[in-house]
């Protein structure tokens, strides 16, 4: 196969490797197909968790052959990347279609355009502050380190809005939702415009403290009854009422990836590999610290919203409802998650459901390992020279 025509072949394997080996990772789970739904969900799980692998990864793994065969200089890795990247990622609809059948193309596009969209922007200003970060210890990293800062404070007060109406997956909610809202939020109603319908495929319900928003996604208004809303909603509104302590510990979620902004000053007095091990495992820690407080806060939010309904079963069964829809597994893999496990979380608040609690999901489906070995084992051969090379 000579260069042109591996750069033309990048996004057809990309794609068919997706469809291949996100196919046989499903294989598990529609063999559940007459299981009670947290048992689909367990098997569920892993699979998507090696289509995410393989969404990122295996445009990594191509770019990575394609330097093996036809070395060459930082544009051609990109272009390749971004090749393969574009057929993994439409190879990626034939799984989500699978475990989501409403989806259109149009509807998968839309949706999956715009948390690209969210994520780029995020990786973008955080590569650009990293490459633009000097060697030296200076006056300069400081300031990269305010404007970094900043500009991350920034998005999370308002950039998601923004962004999402500059998208169109953001809309004014229906007056009937916003009438749910304001009598279950009586006295303290909120404006209309404080209401918005997200597009989505996922049942979910957001609050955004900051700005003091609560956001609907459309499949959560189709799911759910209106008392059952109104349950959720009495969750959210928990969230809008957080005291301004609360409200500073979770700006500090910007922190996750502040680290990696010295991957060149740590270079350059140390190694490549040195940066990239330093800049992993502090963010892993920011992030496992970040999660507890977020637990902490959803246990709060709970508690609040259980004594505020009519009755505790109507609670219990929203969250339950929404975890069936979304095929989450009732009780997860280990314990480092934003949320506590579902059955925990009713458990807690006296409202255990009727089935005994379910195993945690399996941690891998050897399909998605695939992506995973190659990445780990090939990746680094190519990258940290790669890197040494360009930093020099």
């Known amino acids: 196969m000579n260069h042109a025509l591996f750069l033309a072949a990048c996004p057809i394997m990309g794609a068919a490797a997706t469809i291949l080996l996100n196919g046989l990772s499903l294989i598990p789970w529609r063999r559940k197909a007459g299981a009670h739904w947290s048992e689909?969900?367990?098997?569920?799980?892993?699979?998507?968790?090696?289509?995410?692998y393989n969404l990122w990864l295996l445009p990594c793994n191509l770019a990575v052959l394609h330097n093996w065969l036809y070395p060459a200089g930082v544009a051609m890795v990109l272009a390749v990347m971004i090749l393969a990247f574009s057929g993994t990622l439409l190879g990626s609809f034939f799984f989500d279609r699978k475990i989501c059948p409403?989806?259109?193309?149009r509807s998968w596009g839309q949706e999956t355009l715009a948390g690209l969209a969210q994520r780029f922007l995020k990786w973008g200003i955080l590569l650009a502050t990293m490459f633009l970060m000097p060697a030296a210890w200076d006056y300069t990293t400081g300031l990269l380190v305010v404007w970094y800062?900043?500009?991350?404070?920034?998005?999370?007060w308002r950039?998601?809005?923004w962004l999402g109406l500059k998208l169109k997956v953001l809309e004014p909610a229906p007056d009937w939702l916003v009438e749910l809202v304001n009598t279950t939020a009586h006295p303290a109603s909120l404006p209309p415009e404080k209401i918005l319908l997200v597009k989505s495929t996922v049942a979910n319900a957001f609050a955004l403290p900051a700005?003091?928003?609560i956001l609907f996604t459309t499949k959560i208004i189709q799911v759910l009854g209106p008392e059952e809303l109104r349950a959720v909603c009495l969750h959210e509104l928990a969230h809008l009422a957080e005291s301004r302590t609360t409200l500073a510990w979770r700006f500090t979620g910007i922190l996750a990836d502040l680290p990696w902004i010295f991957f060149i000053p740590i270079s350059a007095h140390a190694s490549v590999f040195i940066a990239a091990v330093a800049g992993f495992y502090s963010s892993l820690i920011i992030r496992y610290f970040l999660k507890i407080l977020q637990r902490r806060f959803e246990t709060q939010a709970d508690r609040r919203a259980v004594g505020q309904v009519a009755d505790p079963a109507i609670y219990a069964r929203a969250l339950e409802r929404l975890h069936e829809v979304n095929q989450i597994p009732a009780v997860l893999l280990?314990?480092?998650?934003?949320?506590?496990?579902?059955?925990d979380r009713l458990t807690s608040l006296g409202l255990a459901p009727s089935y005994p609690r379910p195993k945690p999901p399996p941690r891998f489906t050897i399909p998605g390992l695939v992506s995973l070995v190659m990445f780990v084992v090939l990746f680094p051969t190519c990258i940290f020279p790669f890197l040494e090379s360009l930093l020099k």
Request: no cysteine; proline share 5%; glycine share 12%.
């Open 40 to 52: 689909r969900a367990r098997f569920l799980l892993p699979a998507r968790v090696g289509a995410i």
């Open 102 to 105: 409403e989806y259109t193309f």
């Open 149 to 156: 800062l900043l500009v991350q404070i920034l998005l999370a």
């Open 159 to 161: 950039g998601g809005l």
């Open 211 to 213: 700005t003091g928003h």
């Open 334 to 343: 280990g314990k480092n998650h934003s949320h506590p496990n579902l059955y």
